[in-house]
């Protein structure tokens, strides 16, 4: 059932919303070639083509690639006026004087995906398919033109902006505007979501019989699938929830540093040291932001109340991080619907039913690929009585006395929580993860099955007297 594109229609600044329309146009022009498709795609969101330097420019294989006329394949296609505004809103990326960013769409996880590096890493892909000759690393030219661009501009600043910024939408059920939440870089988190899932979708199409491919239905498996479609084995498969895992199996440090240092080629005289020495720090930043550290949901995701009063700040890096399972609700929550619901009527039970100012732990884990934002890295939590200054709880949604979280989930955190923290100096290199009951009295939390595998982290420590408290806030 496609949305029929009338004068009136609302175009939310949804995935769904891009997808039908790319359907739409498969639709209404079904002779055209995934790559004529993408490439006009491409052109309405006003990106330049450099395509032709970025495959051919270092070698000699210029014979290999036959372009299309891409002006002729624009004037041809078949797309009526409002799918084409529509498609000229929704694609072409900038940030206003308010920080609203222009040309990103909310994606039914809960990120924010720039759409113009998506549409170049599948020309690429689609490019490198019909290519005899596979330039190294084609993917990640896209994402390294941002990332060279922002190290460049704000490599310097102080503190150095080199990279990220996310946002808050609006609406979540019905987003249209982005509005940044701060001075931004010119790789905003948006930016670098979209330059990730180009390199592995183009990846992917580089290899595949590129006479199937049908751009709508990979990008509707990529984006609109759901946690119930996937098996057990999370990792291997094309979604974007797993951007980050996925990224990271198809990329590392020098892979990034060769091609950003070649999107900048023409900004530098080889060797120049200055430029080379913003290239390695932005993308030690860049590792530990997008391949380290989890992806967190911010509180403006999950549709969070205000605290009830500003909260104490805590004083990092801190010793201690405790662990927790909600209990109730004792359900995984598998989508950022259900997560999101979950984490409301916590914060609501929290706050109404505890008297506490607002919800009590510093993250919670979903079973949806994600964290989410409690009270964060910098406040005082009310998660872990006596212990609340020294140490983040980290709560794990569901009752894992008799089973255990996903081996996925539980990895969220003693692999990438726990390194992002020590890395930003909010944890201390040596600290310590107990379980809630090692602390507290009385307390079964966090569950019989889950405590027992803590035990076998590293960091974990027993106990042999409780350690002493200190005065807790709410």
């Given at each position: 059932?496609?949305?029929?594109?009338?004068?009136?229609?609302?175009?939310?600044?949804?995935?769904?919303?891009?997808?039908?329309?790319?359907?739409?146009?498969?639709?209404?022009?079904?002779?055209?070639?995934?790559?004529?498709?993408?490439?006009?795609?491409?052109?309405?969101?006003?990106?330049?083509?450099?395509?032709?330097?970025?495959?051919?420019?270092?070698?000699d294989?210029?014979g290999?690639?036959?372009?299309?006329?891409?002006?002729?394949?624009?004037?041809?296609?078949?797309?009526?006026?409002?799918?084409?505004?529509?498609?000229?809103?929704?694609?072409?990326?900038?940030?206003?004087?308010?920080?609203?960013q222009?040309?990103?769409?909310?994606?039914?996880?809960?990120?924010?995906?720039a759409?113009?590096?998506?549409?170049?890493?599948?020309?690429?892909?689609?490019?490198?398919?019909?290519?005899?000759?596979?330039?190294?690393?084609?993917?990640?030219?896209?994402?390294?033109?941002?990332?060279?661009m922002?190290?460049?501009?704000?490599?310097?600043?102080?503190?150095?902006?080199?990279?990220?910024?996310?946002?808050?939408w609006?609406?979540?059920?019905?987003?249209?505007?982005?509005?940044?939440?701060?001075?931004?870089?010119?790789?905003?988190?948006?930016?670098?979501?979209?330059?990730?899932?180009?390199?592995?979708?183009?990846?992917?199409?580089?290899?595949?019989?590129?006479?199937?491919?049908?751009?709508?239905?990979?990008?509707?498996?990529?984006?609109?699938?759901?946690?119930?479609?996937?098996?057990h084995?999370?990792?291997?498969?094309?979604?974007?929830?797993?951007?980050?895992?996925?990224?990271?199996?198809?990329?590392?440090?020098?892979?990034?540093?060769?091609?950003?240092?070649?999107?900048?080629?023409?900004?530098?005289?080889?060797?120049?040291?200055?430029?080379?020495?913003?290239?390695?720090?932005?993308?030690k930043?860049?590792?530990?932001?997008?391949?380290?550290?989890?992806?967190?949901?911010?509180?403006?995701?999950?549709?969070?109340?205000?605290?009830?009063?500003?909260?104490?700040?805590?004083?990092?890096?801190?010793?201690?991080?405790?662990?927790?399972?909600?209990?109730?609700?004792?359900?995984?929550?598998?989508?950022?619907?259900?997560?999101s619901?979950?984490?409301?009527?916590?914060?609501h039970?929290?706050?109404?039913?505890?008297?506490?100012?607002?919800?009590?732990?510093?993250?919670?884990?979903?079973?949806?690929?994600?964290?989410?934002?409690?009270?964060?890295?910098?406040?005082?939590?009310?998660?872990?009585?006596?212990?609340?200054t020294?140490?983040?709880?980290?709560?794990?949604?569901?009752?894992?006395?008799?089973?255990?979280?996903?081996?996925?989930?539980?990895?969220?955190?003693?692999?990438?929580?726990?390194?992002?923290?020590?890395?930003?100096?909010?944890?201390?290199?040596?600290?310590?993860?107990?379980?809630?009951?090692?602390?507290?009295?009385?307390?079964?939390?966090?569950?019989?099955?889950?405590?027992?595998?803590?035990?076998?982290?590293?960091?974990?420590?027993?106990?042999?007297?409780?350690?002493?408290?200190?005065?807790?806030?709410?």
């Amino acid at each position: 059932s496609h949305v029929v594109y009338s004068i009136t229609a609302v175009h939310l600044r949804n995935m769904e919303h891009f997808i039908t329309a790319v359907t739409h146009l498969e639709d209404l022009n079904p002779g055209l070639s995934p790559l004529a498709l993408v490439t006009s795609l491409r052109k309405i969101a006003d990106q330049s083509d450099s395509l032709a330097h970025d495959f051919v420019g270092s070698s000699d294989n210029q014979g290999d690639i036959h372009y299309e006329n891409n002006s002729f394949i624009t004037e041809q296609m078949n797309i009526n006026h409002n799918l084409s505004n529509f498609l000229d809103e929704v694609t072409h990326h900038f940030i206003t004087n308010a920080h609203d960013q222009r040309g990103v769409v909310l994606t039914p996880d809960g990120t924010t995906v720039a759409l113009a590096p998506l549409l170049l890493g599948l020309e690429y892909g689609l490019r490198a398919n019909e290519a005899s000759n596979q330039p190294h690393g084609f993917y990640i030219l896209p994402l390294a033109k941002y990332l060279g661009m922002s190290f460049l501009q704000f490599g310097n600043a102080t503190p150095p902006k080199r990279l990220g910024l996310d946002g808050c939408w609006d609406s979540v059920s019905a987003p249209m505007v982005f509005t940044l939440s701060g001075v931004p870089s010119l790789a905003t988190d948006a930016l670098v979501h979209g330059g990730m899932d180009g390199a592995i979708l183009g990846k992917h199409l580089s290899v595949v019989n590129s006479s199937e491919v049908n751009l709508s239905t990979l990008l509707r498996s990529y984006y609109l699938g759901t946690m119930e479609e996937l098996d057990h084995d999370l990792s291997t498969h094309l979604r974007g929830r797993y951007r980050r895992e996925n990224f990271k199996k198809i990329t590392n440090l020098s892979l990034l540093q060769e091609k950003v240092a070649d999107a900048l080629h023409s900004h530098q005289q080889k060797g120049d040291l200055g430029v080379e020495s913003l290239i390695e720090k932005g993308i030690k930043d860049f590792m530990l932001r997008y391949m380290e550290c989890p992806a967190i949901i911010p509180r403006c995701m999950w549709g969070a109340a205000p605290p009830l009063v500003p909260l104490n700040p805590l004083s990092p890096p801190l010793p201690f991080l405790y662990i927790h399972h909600t209990a109730i609700p004792s359900k995984p929550c598998r989508s950022l619907q259900m997560c999101s619901k979950n984490m409301r009527a916590m914060q609501h039970f929290h706050q109404k039913g505890r008297g506490w100012y607002d919800i009590g732990y510093s993250f919670v884990v979903g079973s949806d690929g994600y964290i989410y934002e409690g009270r964060g890295w910098m406040s005082v939590g009310a998660h872990t009585k006596g212990h609340n200054t020294v140490g983040y709880g980290v709560a794990f949604i569901g009752n894992y006395t008799a089973h255990l979280p996903a081996q996925y989930d539980m990895e969220l955190v003693h692999h990438h929580l726990v390194k992002c923290g020590v890395s930003n100096g909010f944890l201390q290199e040596n600290f310590t993860i107990l379980g809630h009951r090692q602390v507290v009295a009385g307390t079964e939390c966090p569950g019989e099955s889950l405590y027992s595998e803590i035990t076998t982290w590293e960091h974990y420590k027993v106990l042999t007297t409780r350690t002493s408290t200190v005065t807790d806030m709410p």
